[in-house]
């Protein structure tokens, strides 16, 4: 089984730009997330999914836009890059109710220039 | 603000030894906290996890106490292994909303 699949791996943007992180699960779990991880910050809560069809946010979501397009899978898009945006990013999937215990992909790595 | 907190940005014990790694919290809503760990160039991993309405959970070597007023959590690894050393983020959730602590490096020596 893959679990979370995150695409790409490693992005370079200029300032402006715009881009989709794609990410995929096929636990079949209900609810998923995204999260950026920045040194001495730990992991941030960008956006969630609780459920297919509902997207809330976190605790950091200026900048960012998500889509649940199905059950499997959950963007994150980048309308306009800012170098504030340069982390990595990790979305997670997991089952409905406690203790929501997160299986996380592998990241992408996004710098922006 | 950080509403979870490691302050411990590092630790290094000896192979066998005991790890201890903290964590505190600030909002007396969170009722699950959760501990994972984290290799490099990969995603963390669910280690253990606590509901508030209980102050200890053990699992294998890893033992996990909540001591709600306080408000700190610790993970306990005994015996530590060299395989030990990884990131530990400690987390915190809330219907849904979980947030993470900035993480402790463990080094385990041989």
């Known amino acids: ?113 | 603000d950080q509403q979870v907190k490691q302050n411990s940005p590092s630790l290094s014990v000896q192979e066998g030894r005991i790890s201890i790694l903290n964590c505190d919290y600030t909002n007396s809503m969170f009722d699950y906290f959760l501990w994972y760990k984290k290799y490099p160039a990969e995603g963390p991993t669910f280690l253990i996890s606590i509901s508030s309405i209980k102050d200890k959970n053990e699992d294998g070597r890893f033992t996990v106490f909540l001591n709600k007023s306080a408000k700190h959590l610790s993970l306990h690894i005994v015996p530590s292994q060299p395989g030990d050393s990884a990131v530990y983020f400690c987390a915190a959730s809330v219907r849904g909303d979980m947030r993470f602590g900035a993480g402790t490096r463990l080094t385990v020596k041989p």
């Not at chain 1, 089984?1 to 490693?10: D, E, R, S, Y």
């Not at chain 1, 730990?42 to 956006?47: A, D, F, T, V």
């Not at chain 1, 900048?63 to 649940?68: A, F, H, I, K, T």
């Not at chain 1, 499997?72 to 406690?98: D, I, K, M, N």
């Open chain 1, 1 to 113: 089984n893959a679990g979370v699949t995150q695409t790409p791996k490693f992005q370079v943007l200029k300032t402006g730009q715009s881009m989709t992180l794609q990410c995929a699960q096929d636990m079949n779990h209900n609810s998923m997330y995204w999260y950026r991880q920045d040194p001495g910050m730990g992991l941030r809560l960008i956006y969630y999914s609780a459920s297919e069809g509902t997207t809330d946010k976190g605790e950091v979501p200026n900048g960012y836009n998500v889509s649940r397009l199905n059950k499997r899978e959950f963007s994150l898009r980048l309308e306009s890059a800012a170098p504030s945006q340069t982390s990595v990013y990790f979305c997670a999937s997991s089952e409905l109710g406690p203790p929501l215990a997160l299986h996380f992909g592998n990241g992408t790595r996004l710098t922006v220039t």
